[in-house]
């Protein structure tokens, strides 16, 4: 596609289940990054990948969030277990790794609730 | 370990008036730095960036952005002000030559233009 999608654009969900969050980056982008965007919080960095190699996971705010990529396209974040604290806007961002300053490209999120 | 502050989560000014947005940045060595705009319901696009070719960056819809080492600042600025220039703003910097594309992102500035 033109762009970077996420699916669902919105996700409601009780508190204890688990939620899968999708993410499309640009084709032929290496890296991808997951961030939350709670209200006031500004954009928190969660996780990104980049090529094959290991993915940092320094900002996963704990073991109930993981991600994959598939491929090295596709991304799911998922989280386990949810609380009402996850209730956030997700956004997925690609980049293309050339040069060093490449900017990111961002979809347009996943707002998640949970009750 | 880098950082990035954003003075000022809210700012106002009138249509027709400089608009000024202060990031300020915190690494060993100057980063890359970018500025993002979040127009209400739509997703995170770019600005500027700076990548060292030019310490005076010009953006998109007449934005610029003045990189001061000295200073450690990267500070958007805006002549005149529309009424189309409310959004959120988001400063963001990536290290350089350290192996990682992590990007740190400020906490954001929400800009209210008066008409």
């Known amino acids: 596609g033109a762009g970077v999608s996420q699916s669902p654009s919105n996700k409601v969900t009780e508190k204890g289940k688990d939620v899968e969050l999708r993410c499309d980056p640009i084709?032929?982008?290496?890296?991808l990054y997951w961030y939350r965007q709670s209200l006031g919080q500004g954009l928190e960095f969660l996780i990104y990948?980049?090529?094959?190699?290991?993915?940092?996971k320094s900002g996963l705010p704990s073991d109930r969030f993981s991600a994959e990529r598939t491929g090295g396209s596709v991304s799911t974040l998922t989280i386990q277990r949810t609380q009402q604290e996850d209730s956030a806007v997700y956004l997925c961002?690609?980049?293309?790794?050339?040069?060093?300053?490449?900017?990111?490209?961002f979809g347009p999120g996943t707002r998640l609730t949970v009750l | 370990a880098q950082s990035v502050t954003q003075l000022g989560s809210h700012v106002s000014v009138s249509e027709g008036a400089l608009v000024l947005l202060r990031c300020n940045y915190s690494?060993?060595?100057?980063?890359?730095l970018f500025w993002y705009v979040q127009y209400p319901n739509q997703g995170l696009q770019l600005l500027l960036k700076?990548?060292?070719?030019?310490?005076l960056v010009k953006g998109i819809n007449g934005f610029e952005a003045e990189f001061k080492k000295s200073e450690t600042s990267f500070h958007l600025t805006k002549p005149s002000a529309h009424m189309s220039d409310a959004a959120e703003y988001f400063c963001?910097?990536?290290?350089?030559?350290?192996?990682?594309?992590?990007?740190?992102f400020g906490t954001g500035t929400r800009l209210k233009v008066l008409a």
């Open positions: 961002a690609s980049s293309l790794i050339e040069g060093g300053y490449n900017e990111q490209f």
């Open positions: 084709s032929g982008h290496t890296a």
């Open positions: 990948f980049q090529g094959n190699s290991a993915p940092d």
């Open positions: 690494s060993s060595v100057p980063p890359y």
């Open positions: 700076y990548t060292s070719a030019a310490t």
């Open positions: 963001a910097v990536r290290s350089r030559g350290s192996g990682t594309y992590k990007y740190i």
